[in-house]
């Protein structure tokens, strides 16, 4: 192929999202949206502010921060509001890594980190989970320098681990950036937020995209030291400084009012992986211990291909990831008890042939 780009930018593999189908109606279970709308006030607050969409946003972001600390009891200068919480991920490993500065994650997590590596010229050192997928803290332990990049829930395993567990890779590894990447945390991990102000190299990055059902409007926040929540807006002010547009801004402090009714949201989602996961068991499945919006399951005598495949064909899209220690599983969003139903029931019929 002819090609007019830059040869450092020449065999960078971008990141393949979830398919976004339009040719019918699925029931979604493959890229990890919340099954429920924005509340009644996030909706408003989004019509809202079309009505100065001439203005550019507040590149600082100054309420939505305020709300953010707010809640999390912390003060603004702890937390930076970003284009999905990809944009931390971005500009994190854009701040803190490089060739010789690697960048530490699991061999078996988020495929985002490996696309960001290859994009800024990472060195990346995978450290392989554990057989049963879970993670070895020790491996994170007396790293010399670099980031450390950890998906706590990890994706697309669920199994998380705990704030002792961080405490310790923080402090053994007190020269590097450790970031904390909690997609998931609202679904039954416990949030390492707290510690920021004990571990100057500790960055967490926290979405709207699952729990506060944003997906579409990307909105995302770093919270840490007021050191490196300089260090990485100074990136973001080089890179885009109207990243987080106006009506993401409205959305996400108005979904901050409205915290009650995600929270629910959460519950509910959390209620319906567990029983969802008793149901697979009973089918045959094996299941990490998910404490995200998500299962990862194997069928015992089924290919997960050959699954996914009679899944779409029956109108439910789950996800199929093709890595050597993840091509026999599948990863399956929670959707509303009813799309779980059909999904199981579903299943049961093609497991028994039908
Ligand atoms: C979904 C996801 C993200 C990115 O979410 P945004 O939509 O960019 O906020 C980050 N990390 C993990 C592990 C995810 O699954």
Redesign the pocket.
Known sequence: MNSFLISKYKDVEPYVPGEQPRDKKYIKLNT?ESPYPPSEAVQKAVSESAKSLQLYPDPACRDLRAALAGNLGLKAENVLPTN???EV?SLSFMAYAHDEKPAYYPDVT?G?YDVLSGLFGVKATHFALESDFTIDIKKYCGLESGLIVI?NPN?PTGIAISLSEIERICKESPDCVVLI?E??VEFGAESCAPLVTKYPNLIV?R?Y??SMSL?GA?L?YAIANSDRIRELETLKYTLNPYSVNRTALAAGAAALDDIDYYRNNCRLVAQTRDMTAEKLKNLGFELTDSKTNFVFCRHKSVPANELSDKLREAGILVRHFTGVRTNDWLRISIGTQEDMLTLTDTLERILNGG
């Open positions: 990890n999905g919480s990809d991920l988020y985002f998906a994706a990447d997609a998931y990055s979405t995209s699952k997906a990307r995302g």
